[in-house]
């Protein structure tokens, strides 16, 4: 019985476990956070001499991590187009009394 219920519970499709894309999209976002952060905190030590200015670059590397997480995330959910999907007619548009 309880072999029954394993295989039951392994049959269901990837896209319809939330809890991986969880996982996936928190261990996305916890590492580009880190490893960005680190990458703008070196940039700044290289780049600037103020503190201030280091510290904007190492808050800047966070941020381009989050955000690239999270519009990754948003694309495994199904969330984020990608594209614009407007599409440009060929014909040009006439005005009214125009003939």
Do not use: H
């Not at 896209?15 to 996305?28: G, R, V």
């Not at 690239?68 to 006439?94: D, L, M, R, V």
């Amino acid at each position: 019985m309880a072999e029954e219920n394993k295989q039951e519970q392994s049959v269901v499709p990837s896209e319809y476990n939330l809890d991986a894309k969880w996982d996936a999209c928190l261990d996305l976002g916890v590492r580009r956070f880190t490893y960005l952060s680190l990458i703008g905190g070196f940039a700044g030590l290289l780049l600037f001499r103020s503190p201030v200015t280091r510290w904007a670059s190492t808050s800047f590397g966070a941020g381009a991590g989050l955000g690239s997480a999270y519009t990754e995330c948003s694309q495994k959910f199904g969330g984020y187009p990608g594209k614009s999907t407007a599409s440009i007619s060929e014909t040009p548009i006439t005005k009214v009394g125009e003939d």
